[in-house]
């Protein structure tokens, strides 16, 4: 069966620090993933898909088949990113959501 | 702004009863999919309509129902009202599955 997990429901990291938000798959096809993001008081919205292997607010994630993984990345946090990242896969017609990551980023 | 507009945006009813809730999709999309989030179950796919048709179906219960319209507009009909069902209810549209997916900013469903 399909599954998203990301392991962490709290990511705290001070300002400038790497942040490494961690998502792993379970798919018997070809995955596409995305990364969503939900500020606070605002609508979900997309990060990036791997498919378009873009950089977008300074996130970068790389689509790992061997590990089944695909791990969002920012070598420098900022306090703006504080929100909550959802990882998704879509397949079988559906996008199926992680339990999402709680980013905090302190001054 | 997204497009994607759903009303109302809280609703506060009680065990038993039965409520819509609707979703406009964003202007060229065909596709309308609603997602339940919980604290317990995170967001969940509930069903996807395209152009009018049904396409993939999640884990909708039974008493949970939903049809999209001529005009693209969708309502998802919630009924015999459980209190787990409070949570909050998103749309998101699209051109076409495949795609980036729009979402609303909810419907937050309180069941007293």
């Known amino acids: 069966a399909q599954r998203v997990t990301q392991p962490e429901k709290l990511l705290s990291v001070f300002k400038g620090a790497p942040v490494e938000l961690k998502c792993n798959y379970s798919?018997?096809?070809?995955?596409?993933l995305f990364w969503y993001v939900q500020y606070s008081r605002q609508r979900l919205q997309l990060l990036l898909r791997?498919?378009s292997r873009e950089s977008i607010k300074g996130f970068t994630a790389d689509l790992n088949k061997g590990e089944t993984s695909f791990h969002l990345k920012k070598p420098f946090a900022q306090e703006e990113d504080s929100a909550m990242y959802y990882c998704?896969?879509?397949?079988?017609?559906?996008?199926?959501f992680g339990a999402g990551t709680r980013l905090a980023v302190h001054p | 702004d997204s497009g994607v507009t759903q009303t109302p945006k809280h609703l506060i009813t009680a065990t038993g009863q039965r409520v819509t809730l609707r979703c406009s999709p964003r202007?060229?999309?065909?596709?309308v999919y609603w997602y339940q989030q919980s604290l317990d179950q995170g967001l969940q796919f509930l069903i996807q309509?395209?152009?009018?048709?049904?396409?993939a179906k999640g884990n909708i219960l039974e008493r949970f129902s939903a049809q999209q319209f001529p005009d693209l507009h969708s309502e998802l009909n919630l009924s015999s009202l459980e209190l787990g069902d409070s949570a909050l209810y998103f749309c998101?549209?699209?051109?076409?599955?495949?795609?980036?997916?729009?979402f609303g900013p909810g419907t937050r469903l309180t069941v007293t």
């Open positions: 998101a549209s699209s051109q076409d599955g495949f795609y980036e997916q729009y």
């Open positions: 798919y018997s096809g070809s995955p596409e």
């Open positions: 791997h498919i």
């Open positions: 998704a896969l879509w397949g079988y017609n559906k996008l199926i």
């Open positions: 202007s060229g999309d065909l596709s």
């Open positions: 309509y395209y152009n009018g048709e049904e396409r």
